[in-house]
């Protein structure tokens, strides 16, 4: 479910044209959808209402500041993984107290920023990292609330780069350790835990994976209750899977179905940390096409939007729809099934001008007839997007739009040439007379 629909053969983000947008803002264009966003966030807020949960969005889905602020604004915690994440949420008025932290590898400097900004729990992934915890919150005098990152050892099926509780997996402990690390910080003055995180994947869609692994994190809880521990909170984690190629996302319900016996039955309090389901289908990326060609038995379909603006196709074999922005009469409404042969299509590959051979956004992928200056819409682009795109070959990122019903603003403007120098500091040093822009 999303607000993006076609109109008489032309596709609108909520009641805006997307072909103004581009109009007025270029291309590479980030679309988003205000609404799109809410609705999945109440589904979420409404699947789990009986354990009365802090949702924690996950702001590196997308950490554009108004998407901040717009989950701020409706009551939304936030689940960080580095300093710069704490600082955006700052930014974007989030509460530290409905704040969490994870992540393998932070740096004292981080750990020393969420002890200053009280979040509500940082999440210990290593005995390592509990040590350096505690060293920093003595020096401070202040004492810090823990959950340990626990790594149920389940496999939910989904991308190997994006499955992360595996026991082979970098992240959190496996359930000896963490009980181990449970009984070492019994008393501790500084460190003191306070709750058990899970974090299974991303792009999940089969919820028992969820089942299996709360289940053993909720057995860990109750012995370490047993054992005198205060664990307050279960820290479920993200990773809900969503609609990309056809109706393969699974409704909140169905995650909440599995979750929430384990939740009762340890009597804590539940996080969730949602990313890619708050924002996933709240965002189209906007390109226009450059040029076709014809190589062998290839037909290439150059456009202005490349990997180093949406890397998840080269990196993750990703699967996004892909429809032109206007289609012209006679051709066909959008694919909702990608499994039969869609007829008035012929099959292209959707590339970048990035100088990879891995450069793409699709490949050998239906689409009706395009010509040169044709805009597309690459769907499900709003998490793990523009978050991960990169200045590779010295390409300023795309602006983003956010429309709420019909109305617009820009939230990011388009990089400037400047841009890509801001931080180099010979940029003032080296004469260049030729390059002004
Ligand atoms: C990335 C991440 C999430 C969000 O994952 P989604 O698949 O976007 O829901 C949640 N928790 C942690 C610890 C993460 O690293």
Redesign the pocket.
């Known amino acids: 479910m999303d607000f993006f629909e076609y109109r008489d053969r032309e596709l609108y983000c909520e009641d805006v044209p997307v072909r103004e947008l581009a109009e007025r803002f270029g291309t590479p264009l980030w679309v988003y959808s205000a609404r799109t966003v809410l609705h999945h966030y109440g589904q979420v807020q409404e699947a789990f209402a009986e354990a009365e949960p802090i949702i924690c969005y ?1 702001v ?2 997308n950490s554009n500041l108004a998407i901040l602020h717009l989950m701020a604004q409706h009551g939304s915690g936030f ?1 960080v ?1 580095s300093g710069g994440e704490i600082y955006r949420v700052l930014l974007a008025g989030g509460d530290p107290r409905r704040t969490v932290f ?1 992540g393998v590898g932070k740096s004292p400097a981080e750990i020393a920023y969420a002890i200053d900004q009280d979040l509500l729990l940082l999440e210990v992934e290593s005995e390592e990292e509990a040590e350096v915890i505690r060293e920093i919150a003595a020096e401070k005098q202040k004492a810090v609330s823990v959950a340990i990152r626990v790594n149920p050892d389940v496999d939910p099926k989904t991308h190997r780069y994006i499955t992360t509780g595996k026991k082979e997996s970098k992240f959190g402990l496996d359930l000896e350790r963490a009980a181990a690390l449970a009984d070492r910080l019994r008393g501790d003055r500084w460190v003191q835990l306070h709750g058990l995180h899970m ?1 299974i994947g ?2 999940i869609t089969d919820p028992s994976a969820y089942g299996r692994a709360a289940a053993r994190v909720a057995d860990l809880a109750l012995d370490l209750k047993k054992m005198g521990h205060d664990i307050r909170w279960l820290n479920t ?4 899977g969503i609609h990309y190629r056809g109706q393969e996302g699974r409704p909140a319900e169905e995650f909440a179905a599995v979750i929430l016996p384990h939740v009762r039955r340890c009597g804590c309090r539940l996080l969730l ?5 708050i924002v996933g289908n709240a965002g189209i990326l906007v390109s226009r096409v450059l040029f076709r060609k014809e190589a062998g038995d290839r037909r290439f379909l150059i456009q202005d939007a490349a990997m180093n603006d949406l890397v998840r196709p080269s990196l993750y074999q990703a699967f996004h729809r892909i429809w032109p922005v206007v289609v012209p009469p006679g051709l066909p409404a959008p694919p909702t099934d990608y499994e039969s042969d869609i007829p008035g299509t012929v099959r292209w590959d959707v590339v970048g001008p990035v100088c990879e051979t891995g450069d793409f956004l699709a490949l050998d992928r239906p689409l009706p007839r395009l010509d040169r200056g044709d805009l597309l819409a690459t769907f499900s682009a709003g ?1 793990y997007g523009m978050v991960m795109s990169s200045n590779y070959n010295s390409r300023p990122r795309g602006a983003e739009v956010l429309v709420e019903g019909s109305s617009f603003r820009l939230v990011r403007r388009r990089e400037t040439y400047e841009d890509l120098v801001r931080a180099e500091l010979e940029a003032d040093a080296i004469p260049h007379p030729a390059a002004s822009s």
């Open positions: 996950s590196k889905a689940d993984v994870a974090h991303s792009q984690g993200g990773g809900f940390e949602p990313g890619r389901f998490a």
